[in-house]
């Protein structure tokens, strides 16, 4: 009941969750747009043209050794695109390791056209997917450090309601692609965040066993082995309905 004893009439709520068929990515009808009001008589104004509605953006803010997640992001962009209305914005957490230990490590140079992102522009967006590898069933250390320089935006609660998910990357089948999305909650619950799990909504392709399949309930992911395995499709595709997923959630959240 309203305020004013009337019934309020329910919002139509946007399709999120996939069928049993093989995985495919949701996609939406058109946003409509207002119409004009029609030129009446002599003393008609000439209708204007209405500007473009600014986009919803969902962050997909990563940390990529090797590029696995990086693999990841760029499939995930995909699927947010895919919603009308919301675009995806791809940005690098800094890196905490000196150039000389990068080298050693024979980590690739990173791609200039992704930037780094600063804490304080995490404010300006409406749902964010943070990417990282896992270390010992947690967060990279860069990620981590990231999270901690978000002290101003926790004091002032910057990013309490804001939805956010998790994708990953380990080394071995054993390797945290649960635990390390489970132990990066915490970082959501302090800031008042909505953690926005994908459950089983990838359909029939989270159930197979016949090849082996990174990702979980909590996020898509990737087995990066001893670093010479790429992304298969199906882990791809699990990255794209992911962006896609979460896309459509914060636009609902934003039509409320």
């Not at 000439?46 to 990529?64: C, G, N």
Request: hydrophobic share 40%.
């Amino acid at each position: 009941m309203g305020k004013g004893g009337g019934c309020v009439p329910s919002k139509k709520r946007l399709p999120l969750v996939a069928s049993d068929d093989p995985p495919h990515i949701t996609r939406e009808a058109p946003i409509p747009i207002e119409e004009k009001s029609p030129s009446t008589g002599d003393s008609a104004i000439e209708d204007i043209p209405l500007a473009p509605l600014a986009k919803l953006k969902v962050f997909i803010v990563f940390y990529s050794m090797y590029g696995h997640v990086e693999g990841l992001a760029r499939r995930m962009k995909k699927g947010v695109d895919g919603i009308n209305g919301v675009e995806g914005v791809l940005f690098r957490v800094p890196e905490t390791l000196s150039p000389e230990v990068l080298e050693k490590m024979k980590a690739p140079l990173k791609d200039d056209d992704i930037p780094e992102i600063s804490a304080a522009e995490l404010a300006t967006a409406d749902g964010i997917l943070f990417g990282f590898p896992t270390r010992y069933g947690c967060m990279a250390a860069q990620m981590k450090a990231f999270f901690d320089s978000t002290g101003q935006l926790w004091r002032e609660q910057t990013l309490a309601g804001k939805p956010a998910g998790f994708f990953v990357s380990t080394g071995t089948q054993g390797g945290g692609q649960e635990t390390t999305a489970w132990t990066a909650i915490t970082q959501l619950s302090h800031h008042g965040m909505l953690f926005v799990p994908i459950g089983y909504t990838f359909g029939a392709a989270m159930f197979k066993m016949d090849t082996i399949r990174g990702g979980s309930p909590y996020g898509a992911g990737v087995f990066a082995g001893d670093g010479t395995r790429e992304p298969t499709e199906t882990e791809l595709a699990l990255a794209e309905h992911q962006g896609n997923y979460m896309a459509a959630v914060v636009k609902r959240l934003a039509q409320a």
